[in-house]
């Protein structure tokens, strides 16, 4: 099979780079090759649903690797312009997940993924589906792709293939792979907006519990991030957004990295210490695993007491020393845990690390190979949670397919 340009992977970034390939080239012949029977699997998934899509405070502390991904959104058209003016989608700024949070205002995925395969059929775009590529043959002329029952034969290549995360959307790492083999840099990889895991020991007892609070990540005493939000507990680690923020910082600080939860930080430790010594007295004859019970749910009081001060939890509240109310208050200022390890690859929603920002120029082609494009999370740049890595597919893939379409045309086609 022949075509002018191929895409590998009909992600949220392939999508985008195949019409924006085929807007700047109309002429041209646009295939995207997918691995899986359908395009667009993971945006149908995103968002629980949802899609959250973009980000009304978009800034560099949100993205994470070599790759200036914010200095390309801010240079390519903004969501609503391509959401709304281009595809005709309206978008609301939502009141989930994260601040600033922007979702279609059906509330919907498919709505995108509707408009986005609308799109790709008004515009003639071609779709390969359940063709897995295994191997990138560069030849005088363009490029072989080795995959299905035939090789496919192009003359630009936009490489939007995703990354580790997730999975069962087709995204294994597999041309990520194929790629350093054929000469990338790759930046250190590990799941990021995902759980972090430590010791089950740790975690005894409080299973299943959820606090709003504030959690930060620390390595050797310095603070590296702090977010605020509902943290999860679970059998083997901790989850939920805020979490899920500060799990790319595994990969650099692996083996020495630390999460410290302030369970009250609306609450100052003089306010505490006076809410405990009131509890002392009003709730004296009470046991010791009543203490916190006003403020916590049952479980994590109960933790918090029995992991700060040596003594059966049957002892009245009113026996409690000092040193003792001072120990629990520690526990609930600074619960820490030590980071063994990050979530299986299953357990997380993007990629941190991925190919090296030195393998391609400030219009996304490859350093390496010339008329190949790399866009999507298959570059090094992964995004926090709240809209901020699709946010990176779709203008990663305008910059991407608008310069390959481009590249194109000056080239005579
Ligand atoms: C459950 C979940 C929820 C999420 N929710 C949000 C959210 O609400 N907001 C947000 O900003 N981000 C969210 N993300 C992250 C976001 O979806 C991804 O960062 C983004 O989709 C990446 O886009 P991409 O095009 O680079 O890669 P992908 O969307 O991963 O697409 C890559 C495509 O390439 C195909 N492919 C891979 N290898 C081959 C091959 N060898 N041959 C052919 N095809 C191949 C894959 O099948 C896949 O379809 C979520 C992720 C997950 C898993």
Redesign the pocket.
């Known amino acids: 099979m022949k075509t002018d340009i191929a895409i590998?992977?009909?992600?949220?970034?392939?999508l985008t780079a195949a019409i924006a390939a085929k807007e700047a080239n109309i002429g041209a012949r646009v295939t995207i090759?997918?691995?899986?029977p359908r395009?667009g699997?993971?945006?149908i998934?995103?968002?629980n649903g949802?899609?959250?899509?973009s980000n009304m405070l978009l800034s560099e502390h949100n993205y994470h690797g070599s790759v200036d991904a914010l200095k390309i959104i801010e240079k390519m058209p903004d969501y609503n312009s391509f959401f709304t003016d281009y595809l005709g989608v309206m978008c609301v700024s939502g009141s989930e997940?994260r601040e600033g949070g922007i979702y279609p205002r059906s509330n919907s995925s498919n709505t995108i993924v509707n408009a986005m395969r609308m799109k790709l059929d008004e515009l003639g775009i071609e779709e390969l589906c359940g063709?897995?590529?295994?191997g990138i043959i560069p030849e005088k002329d363009g490029f072989t792709l080795i995959?299905g029952d035939d090789n496919i034969r192009c003359k630009r290549l936009i490489i939007?293939?995703?990354?580790y995360?997730?999975p069962t959307?087709?995204?294994?790492g597999?041309?990520m792979r194929l790629l350093k083999n054929m000469g990338y840099k790759t930046a250190k990889i590990c799941p990021a907006?995902a759980p972090l895991r430590v010791s089950p020991d740790k975690l005894k007892g409080l299973k299943g519990v959820r606090v709003k609070g504030e959690i930060s990540a620390v390595s050797g005493g310095e603070i590296l991030r702090t977010e605020r939000g509902e943290m999860q507990f679970n059998d083997n680690n901790i989850s939920g957004i805020c979490v899920f923020n500060l799990a790319y910082l595994f990969s650099e600080y692996e083996g020495r990295l630390n999460l410290k939860a302030d369970l009250l930080p609306d609450m100052t430790w003089n306010e505490l210490k006076g809410y405990l010594e009131n509890i002392r007295k009003s709730r004296g004859k009470l046991p010791l695993e009543e203490l916190l019970t006003g403020i916590f749910v049952k479980n994590l009081a109960m933790y918090l007491v029995k992991n700060s001060i040596d003594r059966p939890l049957t002892d009245k509240i009113s026996t409690l020393k000092n040193n003792e109310l001072s120990a629990v208050m520690s526990r609930i200022k600074a619960l820490e845990f030590e980071v063994c390890g990050c979530s299986p690859w299953q357990n997380s929603?993007?990629t941190m690390g991925g190919i090296h920002a030195s393998c391609v120029d400030e219009y996304l082609q490859s350093r390496l190979h010339r008329g190949i494009y790399l866009?999507?999370?298959?570059l090094d740049t992964a995004?926090d949670c709240?809209?901020?890595?699709?946010?990176?597919?779709w203008s990663s893939?305008m910059l991407a397919g608008g310069s390959c379409g481009k590249s194109l045309k000056g080239a005579g086609k």
């Open positions: 590998i992977g009909g992600g949220a970034s392939g090759v997918e691995k899986l395009t699997k993971k945006i998934a995103s968002g949802k899609c959250n899509l997940g063709c897995e590529v295994r995959g939007a293939a995703g990354g995360a997730a959307f087709g995204t294994d597999g041309i907006v929603q993007s866009c999507g999370e298959i995004g709240g809209g901020y890595n699709l946010q990176w597919a893939g």
